[in-house]
């Protein structure tokens, strides 16, 4: 994720912007950048790569002067490159900004400034906002970044400087964090707390639709409609190592809590405005190869997998194409059908998962078209893939995976419509609908997540067995899965996840008195089929929780011990909720088996080794 930090005061602003960039360092980054005022007016050093390395381009040519913003990107538009990297400036080299988020619109904006004569050096959404800027500049940069502000789709924290007004640094929040940090004779901004922890505890939150105008002396606070407003003073009493962790216990917490905003971000810039179509500009296939597509073979390990499981259903319900899902590992052992029109969507996280990649050259040599799902762009599979869809989930620090699991998700809804609309497998009332259901997604979660000290009773009691069952069927059995990896990787209980229908051909007899059953109900055509095969395990002693929607726990109730009710959705949106409750049960029940929870055991982040 993005890092942002900003000095103006009466130090040296180099050192300052170089150690809050380290500080958020821990947040991932692919690039480092800074902008200060030195005696020859708004100079930028960029780096590809480490901190270090643009430590090392300052080395001997530091930039001296005592205000200046930094940044650290993680690539979301454009590879990650000096060019790319922030701070991005005007063609006149007097404005240079700094921006974490996504503008939704910056190709109509750049098509309208290049029109205008401006040219861009890089790839980035950002760019735009630094051309956009100075087009609007007459004398007043607070007013300039209002009028571009006004103009901007999307969400963004942003940094502004410009040489016109030395004296003043320009910060604006609308759906980005952003703090500013009290000092004196000296005042900050960070996009989070550890950025500038070092020099001050006194910080104002900005809201969305805020901004505030930084002085050596002072800060101004006013809204982007320019409307002066007054905060109280947020004391932070965090540690460093909590401010990392923005409060939370652990980075998996956290990262189970940006699920609202990663859903939001993956949908963004994808949707029309009109809310009725899917609109995957990163897809470079045309109709005509999409309507030649025969099959679709979806290769992934571990979560990214099981993320494919849903993404099976996802694709054969909305565009009718047989779809085979594959652990990557095996795949290319077991010599797969793959034709040229086959089209295999490799699921990874990192990009860098050695089976996943051995699979996607696999299939490229056999002359398949490879599309990647993705969190990271530049990763090995984001440049070998021929399309590429960036879920736009942030870096995840935790080693089990669970925003990076939800926006794939996203990924095969938004890729199910937009196949769906290009082969007219569905109708537009239908896409529509879809749309507006995915739309309700994230405020859905955070209702979810309002309730975890429920799952949190749940998961103190589940943590003291060690044996345990998921059951579901239709997708429910694919979130059973990834239900039970998560408690299996982090809390080391075993678990297994069980078609409900298959239990009787075997399973059952692992069922004995006092044994949890985790039973996901949340497919209205399955709901008596489901219920049945609960009473099975009822009958034999099991001690039931059911996840199911809202509205339909009466029923339930009567088969189940205890009830988790989920808010309402289109039956093939269910996982992106159901998951959720799954991932809390998992991190509580590891919580109290006293686990380091971040960092399991015998796990890595990235498997790069076959
Ligand atoms: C589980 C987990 C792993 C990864 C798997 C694939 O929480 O993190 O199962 O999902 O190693 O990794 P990526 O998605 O990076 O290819």
Known sequence: MCGIVGYIGKRDSQDILIEGLKKLEYRGYDSAGIAVFTKNGLEVRKSIGRLA????????????????????????H?????????????????????????????????????????KFVSETDTEVISHLVADEYDGDIVKAVQRAVKRMRGAFALGVLTEYEPERLVAVRFASPLVIGIGEGENFIGSDIPAILEHTRNVYILNDGEMAILTK?????????????????????????????????????????????????????RISDDGRSVELTEIGMTADEIRAI????????????????????????LARIPVETDVASEYRYRSPIITPDTLVIVVSQSGETADTLAALREAKRCGARVLAI???????????????????????????????????????????LFLAETLGTKDSAFIAEVVTAMHQLPEQVES?????????????NLSKHNNLFFIGRGVDFAVAQEGSLKLKEI???HSEAYAAGELKHGTLALIEEGIPVISLITQEDLYEKTLSNIKEVKARGAHVLGVVNEGFEGEVAKSVDELFAIPKTLPLLSP??????????AYYASLARGNDVDKPRNLAKSVTVE
């Open 78 to 118: 454009g590879k990650p490159s000096d060019a790319n990297s922030h701070p991005h400036t005007d063609n006149t080299h007097k404005f240079s900004v700094v921006h974490n988020g996504i503008i939704e619109n910056y190709l109509d904006l750049k098509d309208e400034l290049i029109a205008k004569g401006c």
């Open 374 to 416: 993705t969190n990271v762009v530049g990763s090995s599979v984001s440049r070998e893939a021929d399309d590429v869809i960036i879920t736009q989930a942030g870096p995840e620090i935790a080693v089990a995976s669970t925003k990076a699991y939800t926006s794939q998700l996203i990924a095969f809804y938004l890729l199910g």
């Open 217 to 269: 002396t002072g800060v101004e606070l006013m809204t982007t409609e320019g409307e002066f407003i007054s905060k109280e003073i947020f004391h932070v009493d965090w540690d460093l190592v909590t401010a990392e962790k923005a409060g939370f216990d652990h980075f998996m917490l956290k990262e189970i809590y940006e699920q609202p905003k990663a859903y939001r971000d993956t949908m963004m810039g």
């Open 576 to 585: 992106a909720l159901s998951v959720v409750p799954l991932q809390l049960i």
């Open 53 to 76: 390395n643009l430590e090392q381009k300052l080395d001997g040519q530091p930039l001296e002067g005592s205000v200046g913003i930094g940044h650290t990107r993680w690539a979301t």
């Open 491 to 493: 809390s080391y209980i």
């Open 448 to 460: 979810i997540l309002d309730n975890a000290p429920v799952l949190k009773q749940v998961a103190e």
């Open 294 to 317: 025969r099959k679709i073979h979806i290769v992934a390990c571990g979560t990214a997998m099981h993320a494919g499981l849903v993404g099976k259903t996802v694709l054969e319900s």
